[in-house]
């Protein structure tokens, strides 16, 4: 059973920092690409940024300058550094990833971190 297991979402006033953090667990082949999505309330969820698993970044561009998203292949875990927060990237924020469990290729998605930004 493959899982996306989420964390360091909270609340942080703007201008503030955050680390997401997503760490693949269970049995699987190989982990393709990986991306951090967000929802916020009342609208579409949206891809915020992505990476494949060559390293190569793509990045919403509201967060361009702001957001850097990185991967650990030996820990199979993705991360989100959130620089200079605004109060518009309050949302839902969801790990996704594609990956090989030995028995077909899919895409799985983590639980969400809750990311307040407020004074």
């Known amino acids: 059973q493959v899982q996306l297991v989420e964390s360091g979402g909270g609340l942080v006033q703007p201008g503030g920092s955050l680390r997401l953090s997503c760490a693949a667990s269970?049995?699987?082949?190989?982990?393709?690409?990986m991306g951090w999505y967000r929802q916020a309330p009342g609208k579409q969820r949206e891809l915020v940024a992505g990476?494949?698993?060559?390293?190569?970044?793509s990045y919403k561009d509201s967060v361009k300058g702001r957001f850097t998203i990185s991967r650990d292949n030996a820990k199979n875990t993705v991360y989100l550094q959130m620089n200079s927060l605004r109060p518009e990237d309050t949302a839902v924020y969801y790990c996704?990833?594609?990956?090989?469990?030995?028995?077909?290729?899919?895409?799985?998605w983590g639980q969400g971190t809750q990311v307040t930004v407020s004074s």
């Open positions: 996704n990833a594609d990956i090989d469990n030995g028995i077909t290729s899919r895409e799985y």
């Open positions: 269970g049995s699987f082949f190989r982990i393709y690409a």
């Open positions: 990476i494949t698993s060559g390293g190569s970044t």
